[in-house]
Every structure is written in C-alpha cells, then in structure tokens.
C-alpha cells in the first residue's frame, strides 16, 4: 500500500488557443523535457518524410559505432543511389560516425546507403532494424522502406512521430554534437584525407539557439523540417512536413512555443521522511529525495502544479543504501511532468531471531551429546 500526499489540486492543462498561420499540410511543436505537444496541425497524417529519414538512420549508425566505429569500404553498391550525396567514391574508406555526419550535415543518400548496407547486409534487412526501433520509440504511423528517405508509397510517418522521434535522437551525445554544428569535418581513411561540410539545416544560423536537426526534399514529399531549439533550460522540437515556407514555419512556432513555457527545477534536496521497517535491526529508515532537472511548464499552470509523494507505509528489512524505494511526482493536470526518486539514506539488515524456547531445550540436549 502507497502513502500518498498530495500538494494543492490543480485544473486541467490550459491549452493554445492561438493558430499559427504555417504554409505546412503537416506540423507539429514538442517539448522535448515531457513529450507534451503544444501546437499541432494534422499531426497524424500519414506523409513522405523525405530526407528527415535519416535522423533515424544517423542514430541507428551512431549506436552501431557505440559498440564499433568500424571502417566502412564503399562498394559500387553503396554509392548507386540517386539525389544528395557526400560525394562518395567505390573505394573510399571512412568510419561510420564519418558517414553519420555525412548524411545528417548533407543529407548524403550515398552515406545513408553505404551505412546501412555496413550494418545490416543490405538496404531492406536494414529498414526492418529502423521498423524495429520506431516501434520501440512508440511511432505508432510510421513505416520505413528506405535508409535516405527516396519516394516509396510504403515508406511514410506523421509529424506527430518525427517529434519522438527527434526527441530520443536528441538524447544520443553523439547525434546532438553533429546536428548543432553548422559546419563538421569528415575524416576519410582511404585516401587520408579530410572534409569540411556545411550543414543544410540554415536554422542553425537564422535562430537563435536552434541545436538541429534534419531537412528533407522530394517532389512527392515537399519541403520537410525537424528542427529543434534551446533557451532558458527549455528544449523544444518542432516538425513541418509539406511546408512550402518551412524556415519561417518553424520560427513561428518556436517563438509561439517559448513565449508560452517556463523552465521550472523541481528540488526535493530538503525531503526527508522516516519510514517504518520489518524485522531490521533498526525499527525506521529515513529515505531522502535529491534536486531534479528542469522541466517546462505552460506559464498559466507554474503557480497551480502539484506534488505528491508516493511510498510505501512500511519497508522490509533487507534495504541498501541509495535503494529506490518511493518518489516524488510533479503534475500539470493530469500530465506528469517529472518523478524524483526517494531513495534510502542507510542500509538497513534483517534482525538476528530469537530461538524459541523449545529451539533453546533441542539444543540444550545436543549439547549434552
């Protein structure tokens, strides 16, 4: 059983009212500390995506080159693709954090491609690894056919996904690093030799405190945007897909986004409780929280947020030191915005038991053998 107590009741999330004026078919606008939406406009509508495809592709290489940044020799395969391209050569040896700022800084299809057949054997084995991971991340409208993002009826998402999708990608350090630079050097290990790229995401220099991510273009799909910006601890992704005016879309609605939130730190550094404990050699245990990272808030809902601590009425004996026990949850509404940890200040072992008195006679009498 939880003992829960409960700060100050709050209403529901007030939500935007305002509509942005966008040229996108398509957008969406996240904070990326909750996952909270906070502008959308058919944001389910199943669409190409283009080259904002390789924000997948990118972090799946990324991951890859976490365990093993292999070198990667282009075959003629890799590099028989059409559209953008890195200006790969069937013989070129690089690394595939190399080929990840290829295709993130410069959409390269041919890095894109040269990647994915690297790790998976082939284009489609590789599309099935990037299904994979999107249902992992809960893109629940998505279907990935190809590694660059090329035309394919089957291939599609929805601004809602791409917003997730950005958001986990954002997470990985070395995928946040080479979308925030607007220029990156590629190293090539054959022939040694190095290249400066520029980065085609503009909004790195248009928008102040813009981190990423990833455009995109096809005749079928349109201009496409995932982007993301900073400022003041709040984090925001935004989406356009199909967004003729897309640069300005995506400065609208960041600038709607961070005249509507507020960071807020959650600090639980001062909460400390006593709990009871069963058969311990100590009868209680004081469980400690700790300062929490910043989380945005709708400005209308910082004075109303609530608090409510969630642990147990009793622990049993057995506890470590540090061991998670209960937590501290902040909500907007309905909407949980952040959890700290409660966790123990001492460790806490089991009693030594009492012999009952018949134990004590049984071995009162072996003792006498």
């Known amino acids: 059983m939880l003992l829960v107590l409960t700060g100050v009741a709050v209403p529901e999330p007030v939500r935007a009212e305002e509509v942005l004026s966008l040229s996108a078919k398509s957008a969406?606008?996240?904070?990326?500390?909750?996952?909270?939406?906070?502008?959308?406009?058919?944001?389910?509508?199943?669409?190409?995506?283009?080259?904002?495809?390789?924000?997948?592709?990118?972090?799946?290489?990324?991951e890859e080159a976490e365990k093993e940044n292999k070198a990667v020799k282009i075959t003629r395969e890799m590099v028989q693709v059409e559209g953008s391209s890195m200006g790969l050569k069937e013989?070129?040896?690089?690394?595939?954090?190399?080929?990840?700022?290829?295709?993130?800084?410069?959409?390269?299809?041919?890095?894109?491609?040269?990647?994915?057949?690297?790790?998976?054997?082939?284009?489609?084995?590789?599309?099935e690894k990037?299904?994979?991971?999107?249902?992992?991340?809960?893109?629940?409208?998505?279907?990935?056919?190809?590694?660059?993002?090329l035309d394919d009826e089957e291939h599609y998402s929805t601004a809602r996904d791409m917003a997730i999708l950005a958001r986990n990608a954002l997470e990985n350090p070395e995928f946040a690093a080479i979308v925030s630079q607007p220029t990156i050097r590629v190293t090539y290990q054959s022939p040694e030799q190095s290249y400066v790229y520029t980065n085609h995401n503009k909004l790195l220099r248009m928008y102040e405190g813009c981190i990423g991510v990833k455009t995109g273009f096809t005749k079928?799909?349109?201009?496409?945007?995932?982007?993301?910006?900073e400022r003041n601890g709040i984090r925001l992704v935004a989406?356009?897909?199909?967004?003729?005016?897309?640069?300005?879309d995506h400065m609208a609605m960041f600038d709607y986004g961070f005249s509507k939130t507020t960071a807020y730190t959650p600090d639980e550094s001062a909460?400390?409780?006593?709990?009871?404990?069963?058969?311990?050699?100590?009868?209680?245990?004081?469980?400690?929280?700790?300062?929490?990272?910043?989380?945005?808030l709708l400005k209308e809902e910082e004075a109303s947020l609530s608090r409510k601590v969630e642990l147990p009425r009793f622990l049993y004996a057995g506890l470590k030191k540090g061991e998670i026990v209960?937590?501290?949850?902040?909500?907007?509404?309905?909407?949980e915005i952040a959890s700290i940890p409660l966790k123990t200040e001492t460790a806490v072992a089991f009693a030594k038991r009492e012999k009952s008195l018949w134990e004590k006679i049984c071995d009162w009498f072996a003792g006498l053998f």
């Open 239 to 248: 989406v356009t897909l199909n967004a003729p005016d897309d640069w300005n």
């Open 326 to 335: 209960g937590r501290v949850v902040y909500c907007a509404g309905n909407v």
């Open 130 to 149: 990037m299904n994979c991971k999107a249902r992992e991340l809960g893109m629940e409208h998505t279907n990935f056919v190809t590694p660059s993002g």
């Open 91 to 127: 013989g070129n040896i690089l690394s595939l954090w190399d080929l990840a700022a290829g295709m993130l800084a410069v959409s390269g299809n041919d890095a894109a491609n040269s990647a994915a057949i690297a790790i998976s054997g082939s284009k489609e084995a590789f599309a």
């Open 28 to 62: 969406v606008l996240m904070d990326a500390s909750t996952g909270r939406i906070l502008y959308t406009s058919n944001p389910d509508e199943r669409l190409a995506m283009a080259s904002t495809t390789k924000i997948m592709t990118a972090l799946l290489t990324l």
């Open 220 to 229: 079928k799909a349109g201009r496409c945007l995932v982007s993301a910006a």
């Open 271 to 296: 909460c400390r409780i006593s709990v009871p404990v069963v058969g311990g050699k100590a009868g209680t245990v004081f469980v400690k929280g700790e300062a929490g990272t910043p989380v945005s």
